[in-house]
């Protein structure tokens, strides 16, 4: 009998509905303002190794009808020189967003660069503003990542609530805030991370896992529940091929479904960062109205967890 294998959850045709409402509401956006909403992508440096990620982002902008706005610093700034840089852009109101190039150089501070970000402008979810709304159960700008991470279980029709789910990574901007959005959706979850004792029993636990740990093969199908849901974050370049941290042969013939890599959550992410983007853009128009009129109609930035706005009661979150 051959081996049974897993669905494949593929981000595209997700992110293709994303970018189309988010073109949509730029449309109207622009209608009504008389200008496009703006991101701004900081980049310490052009050779850093996320300036192919960052590329991405900017062609995504111009096919959105978003005005990407590459804002470039000399990789010998300092530190008080970008964040003077981004200061400027928390004050320029036709910037709507702010995304910065990670990882930073070595002599600037994470920390000094994300204070220095306007909360209302963090559209990659990184301000201690935003990721304390999040972990109190309030709608801030969520990391796209571990936003996608959960989105593609949502639109591929995944049950979340009520089964155990764990996620093998903690950092603040995939593994922590992944965790947060699968508790909201009423998961029992599980963190697991570099000096959890014995990873293959939690990951055995698990109904749906998220690996997100930049460990290529970390996961192997032998250590998986047979009928898991793996969506898989990480990408690693082994042999000049990119690869996640879940091996994907041998996980597929155990799992009920999968998240490739590539294909997956990477072209969720950059799309939902636009709609987070219209969503910024939404919110700052609505603040900049005296009369504090409503939001209009948003399509896009009205995806779960992409609210600046909604209390945590409207969802019921106890
Ligand atoms: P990170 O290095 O900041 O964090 C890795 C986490 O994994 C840490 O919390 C660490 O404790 C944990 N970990 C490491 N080794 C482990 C092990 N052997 N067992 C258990 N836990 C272990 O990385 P990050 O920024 O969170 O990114 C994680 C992965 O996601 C990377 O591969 C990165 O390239 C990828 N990523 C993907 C996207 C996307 O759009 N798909 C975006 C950002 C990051």
């Known amino acids: 009998m051959p081996a049974r294998s897993a669905r494949l959850l593929l981000g595209a045709p997700i992110a293709a509905e994303i970018r189309q409402a ?17 991101l701004a992508v900081v980049i310490i440096g052009r050779d850093a190794p996320s300036m192919v990620y960052l590329r991405q982002i900017l062609k995504g902008c111009e096919k959105a009808g ?10 010998d700034a300092s530190e008080k020189a970008v964040v003077e840089a981004i200061a400027a852009l928390n004050a320029d109101p036709t910037v709507t967003g702010i995304i910065v190039q990670m990882p930073l150089p070595p002599a600037i501070r994470l920390r000094a660069v994300v204070d220095a970000i306007d909360p209302a402008k963090d559209i990659d ?28 279980l949502r639109r591929s029709g995944i049950e979340i609530e009520g089964r155990r789910a764990t996620v093998v990574g903690r950092s603040a901007v995939v593994g922590m805030p992944a965790a947060f959005l699968l508790v909201r959706e009423n998961a029992t979850v599980t963190v697991c991370h570099s000096r959890t004792r014995d990873l293959r029993h939690h990951v055995k636990d698990a109904e749906i896992l998220v690996v997100a740990a930049g460990h290529a093969g970390l996961i192997t199908g032998d250590m998986l529940r047979r009928g898991v849901v793996v969506v898989d974050v990480g990408i690693n370049v082994v042999d000049g091929n990119v690869v996640g941290d879940v091996d994907f ?28 983007l219209v969503r910024a853009a939404q919110a700052q128009e609505a603040n900049a109205a005296a009369s504090g009129g409503g939001f209009g109609t948003c399509r896009a930035g009205s995806i779960r967890g992409t609210s600046a706005r909604r209390p945590a009661a409207s969802r019921g979150v106890p």
Do not use: K, M, Q
């Open 66 to 75: 978003i005005d990407g706005r590459l804002v470039e610093i000399g990789d």
């Open 249 to 276: 042969e041998s996980a597929r013939s155990v799992a009920s479904a999968i998240t490739p890599v590539p294909g997956g959550v990477g072209p969720l992410t950059n799309a939902l960062l636009l709609a987070h």
């Open 125 to 152: 979810g990184i301000h201690p503003l935003n990721a304390g709304l999040l972990r109190l159960g309030y709608d801030g700008f969520l990391p796209a990542t571990a936003h996608a991470a959960v989105e593609i």
């Open 22 to 38: 988010v073109a949509e509401d730029v449309a109207s956006y622009r209608e009504r303002v008389g200008r496009a909403p703006a």
